[in-house]
Nanobody, 124 residues
Framework: QVQLVESGGGSVQAGGSLKLSCAASGSIKCTGWFRQAPGKEREGVAVTTIDGTHTIPNSLKGRVTITPDNAKNTVYLQLNSLKPEDTAMYYC?????????????????????WGQGIQVTVSG
């Protein structure tokens, strides 16, 4: 059983930045960040493998970075130039295997473990 704990969320003004952390109870080969706004479907924000190979949707490129720290079993999500439409609950997720890791960004149901989620609110 893998446990994931998110931290770093909060409220910021538009244009600001936040750095979210996802701490895992063990080593994870495939980690993703997703978000879900009220009334909307959960969507992928970024996915990384344990060696740092990653994917980010074109709509978020330039504003989002994902970085694994294997020594700490932690994956960071840096959010820059935040907009009100980025307001959502952000979730960390993990897959046990590495197969098709990056392509699972489009399939939230294909993830094995989820964190509790953390709120990000952007005003302005």
């Amino acid at each position: 059983q893998v446990q994931l704990v998110e931290s770093g969320g909060g409220s910021v003004q538009a244009g600001g930045s936040l750095k979210l952390s996802c701490a895992a109870s063990g080593s994870i080969k495939c980690t993703g960040w997703f978000r879900q706004a009220p009334g909307k479907e959960r969507e992928g924000v970024a996915v990384t493998t344990i060696d740092g190979t990653h994917t980010i949707p074109n709509s978020l490129k330039g504003r989002v970075t994902i970085t694994p720290d294997n020594a700490k079993n932690t994956v960071y999500l840096q959010l820059n130039s935040l907009k009100p439409e980025d307001t959502a609950m952000y979730y960390c997720a993990a897959r046990v295997g590495l197969t098709s890791c990056l392509s699972r960004i489009d399939f939230p149901l294909d993830w094995d473990y989820w964190g509790q989620g953390i709120q990000v609110t952007v005003s302005g």
